[in-house]
């Protein structure tokens, strides 16, 4: 089986809305070109739904329930070339605000942008440990977490851990797809 034969465990279960196009407050089109406020909402599946509002209706105080992360950005013109239209702050925020929470797709959202941080060298691999995980229902398990570390920092600072939930390359291949989707570029 290739690699992106097959079904994915995280992709099409714990799928991410792309950006609309228009104002989640005000229902109207937000014209290709304009600036707009990107958000990240919880979603009862424990994933993520994507929300986009005009900067008129973000600054009159819309705001939707269950709000994880934001960041301005704009829709892009029909036709254009995707870019990245999220800093690499936005990027690290979404990254540590995911840092403690143990649901697995949150789990599998976190690694996939760790493995982004990697490649944008904001961090780095430094090492790896396993540790066991008690649970009463399922009893002791184990697994991987990677050590981290972030650009420039020193040796003595502490260690950024990054749970490896162990996806399979068809897994990241989808998550990278949804990311780069929601967040409206290739990472």
């Known amino acids: 089986m290739g690699i992106i034969a097959g079904m994915s465990q995280f ?7 792309r950006a609309t ?18 958000v990240l909402c919880d979603n009862e599946e424990g994933g993520f739904q994507r929300l986009d509002y005009s ?13 994880f992360s934001f960041w ?9 070339r995707r870019k990245v239209f999220v800093d690499d702050q ?6 540590e605000r995911l840092a403690e929470d143990e649901r697995p797709q949150r789990q599998a959202f976190r690694y996939v942008l760790g493995l982004i941080l990697i490649r944008k060298r904001l961090m780095r691999y430094a090492g790896r440990r396993n540790e066991v995980v008690e649970s009463a229902e399922a009893g002791d398990s184990e697994r991987e977490v990677w ?9 003595s600072d502490p ?29």
């Open 11 to 17: 992709g099409s279960k714990y799928h991410i809305a």
């Open 90 to 95: 936005v990027l690290m925020d979404i990254f």
């Open 147 to 155: 050590e981290l570390r972030l650009k420039g920092s020193e040796p």
């Open 21 to 38: 196009g228009e104002c989640a407050a005000s229902g109207k089109p937000i014209e290709p070109g304009s600036p707009c406020i990107a």
């Open 159 to 187: 260690m950024i851990d990054l749970v490896n939930p162990g996806l399979g390359d068809e897994d990241i291949i989808e998550l990278s797809e949804q990311l780069g989707d929601v967040l409206q570029g290739d990472l």
């Open 72 to 80: 301005r950005t704009r829709v892009p013109q029909q036709g254009e």
């Open 55 to 67: 900067v008129e209706s973000w600054e009159a105080g819309e705001r939707p329930e269950h709000l």
